[in-house]
């Protein structure tokens, strides 16, 4: 649970202004910040310092405590501050001081914590299972599966590529068109080349530094040729332009796990300049745990600053659960992202999941139902545009990979032995893998069960309302589907009670920010939303998840105008141009966040931040959706109205939807209210509302009013 609360910052990097007046009256103040990290969260043993102020590192001596540090100052000329990388740091606190002769004239207590974590996300995961062989890193060399820095040098080849070689590699393989570039060897004939986007023309070759941080493996690219210097905090250099891609990948699994990258060098944007970074606490899949990611994420950009210098702008990328992370990064950890482009959009896990778990219980209910439910009426019940992304166990990767599974004690991955895995007889002291053991850290446990707290719930939640009042379904049905649609025990399997929240876990999720709210720093950072219009597919990737979390920017903000959403068509036409695929409109997605971004930073005007988002952003860079014919239809995307975009790409929703709740979707757990014939068209009769009143005896969801728990986010940077 958390512990700690609660910085108030719209950025990463904090500074500690001087305790003292430098030197005499009328000089420059002189204040000391940490660069790469907050100076509570150090990690690694150093931290790349700045001090602001004196004009030369002469004037001023530099004490680590005891340790004079004074000669690892140098200027930056870009800055004009000295910036220092501050080695040997003792774990825990260090008393950084700066001097004018025997007076202390700034101070600064940085916090370091060791290189394999934690910083803020509590205690480690156990048992944890290491998978850096696997990933073609050699065995680990410690228990936190920790390995030796590596790094090799690939090159793009001017030769046409090798049959058989399309499509994403694995994550240690080397990509299609690329090579090893040796060294030693005269420069390669076929070496291509790449065009940054500041227009530097550099030899086509790719540093690839893999390693490990806070348990994760770790992948950093960016163009930089043998023989030639590296970028660092003090030099930069042709190669790369000073930007960051930070990727993040999809999925939601049970953790306990090292897990591997997804993809160790893109060439999608290291060819234009970009430094990319992915690790594998930052696929979902390998550990569904968004403070994992975000500690990571952190951790990660710090070394890159540390040993690369500090970034204009990073950038998150990602898709599926990629968008969660970047949502929640955002909102409960800003400084670490600037923009952020999530790709086939979530808002987060915590209120995706009972609509996806959901899934479940109506496939069980379908199955031992007495009536005969066509898929019309199953599709209607389920809010989906298809009973086909929310369909039974054999059928569907959507049940086999999130239902039960995100619910599901067992449902952990498969790099865990047996004997690690929970289970009710063999195990019952074994790794619990669902959504809410796997975040046990922040829920904290049961005291009567010792199991997670879960925010999970149905009690009230009128299932199949929207199709009752349509007409699509029989009073019958309705009753037959609520009296019989139950729950999840506490080991995901379903039972015939509905389930019911843990009150604590409801608070906690929201509190902590689990939930996208729309606070924090997600309403002050720029944001491209866009997808592929899947509704139609058997997919929970549907299209009004970007306007749930547009609803929720709204609430909370009052404004949207940070977000844009564009929806792309699943597939073109043969005639169509290929710049309105999405691999076409892909690419230019980063550029376009880079130029928003740089448009931001120079707005040194008194307009709230908002306002600032929406004048800085791009002419093309607005809502939108492309037609399968490639033409670019631009218009204000809303979840109800009759523009072109919403007739080419209907939206629709899920279980909950279809059972009353608003857009936002961001209620765990509703507030009660008795049973009122105005909500049905049809009228009942008095032994309908008494049948009715036997499955609802405490009352059904109203949603006109706040959910049970639903608390404000206590605070960003919480630690646990």
């Not at 501050?81 to 740091?89: E, N």
């Not at 952003?617 to 014919?629: G, M, N």
Request: negative net charge; glycine residues 10%.
């Amino acid at each position: 649970m958390a512990k700690t609360c609660c910085f108030a910052v719209a950025s990463l990097f904090l500074s500690s202004t001087a305790l003292f007046p430098a030197f005499a009256f009328g000089d420059p103040v002189v204040e000391i910040s940490v660069l790469s990290s907050r100076p509570d969260m150090v990690s690694g043993g150093d931290a790349l310092v700045q001090i602001t102020g004196p004009k030369d590192a002469k004037e001023i001596t530099v004490w680590d405590d005891n340790r004079n540090v004074t000669s690892v100052f140098h200027l930056n000329s870009r800055t004009q501050t000295l910036i220092g990388l501050v080695k040997g740091l003792s774990a825990g606190e260090n008393h950084l001081n700066v001097k004018s002769g025997h007076n202390v004239i700034a101070h600064l207590t940085i916090v370091n914590h060791a290189i394999a974590g934690p910083v803020f996300s509590g205690l480690h995961q156990a048992p944890f299972v290491c998978e850096t062989e696997k990933s073609g890193l050699g065995a680990p060399i410690d228990s936190d599966c920790s390995v030796k820095t590596k790094v090799m040098y690939l090159y793009k080849s001017t030769d046409p590529p090798v049959a058989g070689q399309e499509g994403r590699p694995a994550a240690d393989a080397i990509p299609p068109g690329f090579k090893v570039y040796d060294s030693t060897a005269p420069r390669p004939s076929d070496l291509a080349e790449a065009t940054t986007t500041e227009g530097k023309k550099v030899p086509y070759v790719v540093r690839w530094e893999r390693g490990t941080i806070n348990r994760a493996i770790y992948d950093i690219s960016f163009l930089h040729e043998p023989g030639t210097p590296l970028p660092d905090p003090w030099t930069k250099t042709a190669g790369w332009n000073g930007r960051l891609v930070f990727h993040f990948a999809g999925g939601c699994g049970g953790g306990y796990h090292q897990g591997r990258t997804f993809d160790g060098v893109n060439p999608l944007f290291v060819s234009f300049g970009y430094a990319d970074v992915v690790t594998s606490l930052n696929v979902l899949q390998n550990n569904c745990n968004d403070v994992i990611s975000a500690e990571t994420a952190e951790m990660v950009k710090e070394h890159f600053i540390k040993s690369y210098g500090v970034p204009v702008h990073t950038i998150g990328f990602g898709g599926s659960g990629g968008s969660i992370q970047q949502h929640l990064i955002a909102q409960d950890y800003p400084g670490v992202l600037d923009g952020i482009i999530p790709i086939a959009s979530f808002p987060d896990a915590a209120t995706i999941l009972p609509g996806v778990v959901d899934c479940s219980l109506l496939a069980h209910f379908f199955d031992h139902s007495s009536h005969a439910w066509s898929d019309e009426k199953k599709t209607a019940v389920s809010g989906f545009a298809t009973w086909g992304s929310c369909t039974n166990p054999n059928d569907s990767w959507i049940q086999q990979g999130f239902s039960p599974k995100l619910v599901g004690a067992a449902a952990c991955n498969e790099a865990l032995p047996a004997d690690l895995v929970y289970d009710p007889v063999k195990h019952p002291k074994g790794a619990r893998c669902d959504y809410y053991d796997n975040a046990l850290n922040v829920f904290g446990t049961d005291p009567a069960t010792h199991l997670a707290r879960r925010a999970l719930d149905n009690v009230g939640v009128q299932y199949g309302l929207a199709a009752l009042n349509k007409g699509t379904i029989s009073a019958d049905e309705f009753f037959e589907l609520n009296a019989g649609i139950g729950g999840f025990n506490a080991d995901g399997n379903v039972v015939s009670q509905r389930t019911t929240a843990d009150p604590g876990a409801l608070h906690l999720a929201y509190s902590t920010g689990r939930v996208d709210t729309g606070h924090g720093g997600l309403g002050s950072i720029p944001i491209i939303d866009v997808r592929q219009y899947t509704d139609t597919q058997p997919d929970i990737h549907d299209e009004y998840r970007s306007f749930a979390t547009r609803a929720r920017l709204i609430a909370a903000n009052g404004s949207a105008e940070n977000q844009v959403i564009m929806t792309i068509p699943l597939a073109l036409r043969p005639t169509a141009n290929p710049s309105a695929s999405f691999a076409g409109v892909g690419v230019t997605l980063v550029p376009k966040m880079d130029q928003w971004l740089d448009a931001l930073s120079k707005d040194t005007s008194q307009r709230n931040l908002i306002d600032k988002i929406a004048a800085a952003r791009p002419a093309d860079i607005t809502d939108a959706c492309w037609s399968d014919e490639g033409e670019k239809i631009v218009e204000k995307r809303t979840y109800e109205g009759d523009g072109r975009c919403n007739r080419l790409y209907p939206p629709h929703g899920d279980p909950r939807i279809a059972a009353g709740e608003p857009l936002r979707e961001d209620i765990l757990k509703c507030t009660l209210k008795p049973i009122d014939p105005k909500d049905y068209v049809r009228p009942f009769t008095h032994g309908e509302m008494a049948r009715l009143e036997s499955i609802f005896p405490l009352g059904v969801c109203d949603y006109s009013v706040p959910g049970v728990g639903q608390s404000p986010l206590k605070g960003v940077w919480q630690k646990y």
